[in-house]
């Protein structure tokens, strides 16, 4: 069975940037969609980011112009390159293809 697992969170100031990775230990992200989702404490899910067996991606409204996703078919990996964070991006961070999910990372941006 596929599992996506989830690395790169941590603890870091606002303003600085981090690099999460989600890598699936089958090949289909080549053929499917993956997704970014988040989650604060006593908040929903949210949509951050998505990009497409194509390419296409697209964006939370609250990240566009910060976050980038990319992804390494080769490594069946992807990718959430996030800029300029703020205290307002704390949250557990998990990957998303079609009906499975990672575990999350946490990701913790202080004031």
């Known amino acids: 069975q596929v599992q996506l697992v989830e690395s790169g969170g941590g603890l870091v100031q606002a303003g600085g940037s981090l690099r999460l990775s989600c890598a699936a230990s089958?090949?289909?992200?080549?053929?499917?969609?993956v997704r970014w989702y988040r989650q604060a404490p006593g908040k929903q899910r949210e949509l951050v980011a998505g990009?497409?067996?194509?390419?296409?991606?697209n964006y939370g409204d609250s990240v566009k112009g910060r976050f980038t996703i990319s992804r390494d078919n080769a490594k069946n990996t992807v990718y959430l390159q996030m800029n300029s964070l703020k205290p307002e991006d704390t949250a557990v961070y998990y990957c998303?293809?079609?009906?499975?999910w990672g575990q999350g990372t946490q990701v913790t941006v202080s004031s």
């Open positions: 089958g090949s289909i992200f080549s053929i499917v969609s």
């Open positions: 998303n293809a079609m009906t499975l």
């Open positions: 990009i497409t067996s194509s390419g296409t991606t």
